[in-house]
């Protein structure tokens, strides 16, 4: 059954990067020392924090965006992309000191990508805490990523606990954080390397990851969400760990796959569905966007997912 939205859509902060991608497309990423003919370059809106914040807005959350870029041409074009999505803007700060972030984005002719992020605007993120408070307040959750400074990350993460608001992270690219990190988070939303660093144990098969997961939650995390890819995902809560496969797609770019995953997930939970329900929507979501190149510009909207092909049924751990 496809889940549905309540009649007033949930609201969701997101607290992230903003970069502008450029898309080289390859038949295989250059080994050292070798030159080679690429096919294409483009330039596409991504960062982590503005595609899951796109994901967010395209399956029906209202979304206000926390996030910093220059005072340059990528950052206006990620400014016009993201009010074309209807997400409030007002927070993102234009620093004139640096550039819009960047990143290189690889995609060999498996689709498989390679990525490269120059952080730029994104390391100057500061937060109101006032400002963001307000914002919080009555939202459904705060998402966040580690593409902004950790230390503005944590903060957030503080003051959305003090405003009763849920956290989902997205702990990606991965850092060690302390121990006061682990029970700040309601959901964690991470791939199977990811998962494999912070729990210093594999995560590559879905038993592993259900194990990896589970080690999360020890340390006060509320429910894990470990993404395989092609193998689908692992969600462990309170109740135990499920294995979701996957839809078999033929990808063209994996680029901002999990993004929309965890933008899907988010808004389902956000609306009251279960987790192993709102896990079945993310695979949908990454499964329609894996088709399209390109970060922003792939990521369906709720209409999509919701006529698309349903996976497979869950298996308990
Ligand atoms: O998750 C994909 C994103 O990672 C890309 O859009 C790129 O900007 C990097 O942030």
Request: aromatic share 2%; glycine share 10%.
């Amino acid at each position: 059954m496809n889940p549905k939205l309540p009649l007033v859509p949930p609201r969701i902060v997101v607290l992230g990067s903003l970069n502008m991608d450029l898309v080289l497309r390859v038949p295989h990423a250059p080994v050292a020392g070798e030159t080679l003919q690429g096919h294409s370059i483009h330039r596409m809106p991504g960062g982590k924090g503005g595609n899951q914040a796109v994901s967010c807005a395209r399956q029906g959350a209202r979304v206000g965006l926390v996030g910093c870029v220059g005072a340059d041409e990528y950052g206006e074009a990620l400014r016009q992309g993201l009010l074309q999505d209807g997400i409030d803007i007002a927070a993102i700060r234009t620093d004139a000191d640096a550039p819009t972030g960047t990143a290189l984005v690889m995609v060999e002719d498996t689709g498989q990508n390679r990525i490269v992020v120059i952080a730029g605007a994104n390391a100057r993120l500061e937060i109101d805490e006032a400002a963001l408070a307000a914002q919080l307040q009555g939202a459904a959750f705060l998402v966040t990523q580690f593409e902004s400074p950790l230390p503005q990350v944590a903060h957030a993460m503080r003051i959305a606990r003090r405003t009763g608001c849920k956290v989902m992270l997205n702990p990606s690219p991965v850092q060690s954080v302390d121990d006061a990190f682990w029970p700040m988070i309601d959901t964690l939303v991470l791939n199977e390397r990811e998962a494999e660093m912070l729990a210093g144990q594999p995560a590559d098969s879905p038993h592993a990851a259900a194990t990896a997961g589970r080690a999360l939650r020890v340390r006060g995390v509320e429910r894990v969400v470990v993404t395989l890819g092609a193998r689908g995902a692992v969600a462990i809560d309170a109740a135990g760990a499920r294995h979701h496969p996957a839809l078999r797609i033929q990808a063209v770019d994996t680029t901002a796959a999990g993004d929309t995953f965890l933008g899907a997930l988010a808004v389902s939970l956000a609306g009251g569905d279960a987790l192993d329900d709102a896990v079945r929507l993310g695979i949908r979501a990454a499964a329609l966007c894996i088709t399209q190149p390109g970060a922003q510009p792939s990521i369906p909207r709720r209409d999509a997912v919701l006529q698309s092909a349903l996976p497979p049924d869950w298996i308990s751990l």
